[in-house]
């Protein structure tokens, strides 16, 4: 096993991600931190993350260049995992976790010298959240009025990440693509893709094996996306 390998569990931090980052040259691949608390999570595109007690907040360490690929194997780990607990989540592309249309997990990977922070926030026995998240958030807690443990969580985690790590590292990429597109909400839904420079307007046709959407266009030509601001038209 290399996930968890080593094991961090804090009771309060900033980020789990940020700690990782500091340790990454002191400590093996597969360090996992685990956080009760986080004093100021970090989700995509520079936004806060809510990280009260009750949330599985971790970061693990992973050596490996393509951070699209990992990305997309984190949000079929968390899938995996609520499957256990008769939650069956979907994926938006890229990494947003959703039940009921609400956010229930994300995934927030950084890359520093080929090696990729994968940090991965889950909701677990959240009860409340503050107004501004209500209609955007979720937890286990919420959907099932259940409350689990961390520790089983984290373990049963571990466990499905480990053996989807072990699917990219045995370059088994379309094994992986293969349970994305078992979760996915995207495919044959219309789309736009926002770029730095343009906007792309399409329809998702699939996944590709460096992680990216395959849209087609209207005019039928066809793009491959590895990175944007998505949204969902139909
Ligand atoms: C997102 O959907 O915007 C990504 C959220 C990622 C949150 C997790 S919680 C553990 C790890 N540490 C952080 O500061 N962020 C990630």
Known sequence: ???????????????????????????????????????????????????????????????????????????????????????TPGIKWPNDILLNGKKIAGILCEVIDEKVVLGIGLNLNIRHFPDDLLSKATSVFMET?????????????????????????DKEIDALLTKWRKYSIMLDRDVTIELPDRVIVGKVLDVDHQGGLVLMRADHGIEHVIAGNCRLLS
């Not at 595109?45 to 990280?51: A, L, N, P, Q």
């Not at 609520?82 to 939650?87: G, P, Q």
């Not at 009025?145 to 699917?167: E, I």
């Open 1 to 87: 096993m290399i996930v968890g390998n080593k094991f961090y569990h804090l009771t309060e931090i900033d980020s789990t991600n940020e700690y990782v980052k500091q340790m990454m040259r002191d400590v093996p691949e597969g360090t996992v931190v685990l956080a009760d608390i986080q004093t100021r999570g970090k989700g995509r595109t520079g936004r806060d993350w809510h990280s009260p007690e009750g949330g599985l907040w971790m970061s693990v360490l992973l050596y490996h260049h393509q951070s699209y690929l990992v990305s997309l194997l984190a949000g079929v780990t968390i899938c995996e995992t609520l499957e256990l607990y008769e939650i």
């Open 145 to 169: 009025r259940k409350h689990l443990d961390l520790h089983t969580v984290y373990h049963q985690l571990r466990a499905f990440l480990d053996a989807n790590y072990k699917l990219l590292q």
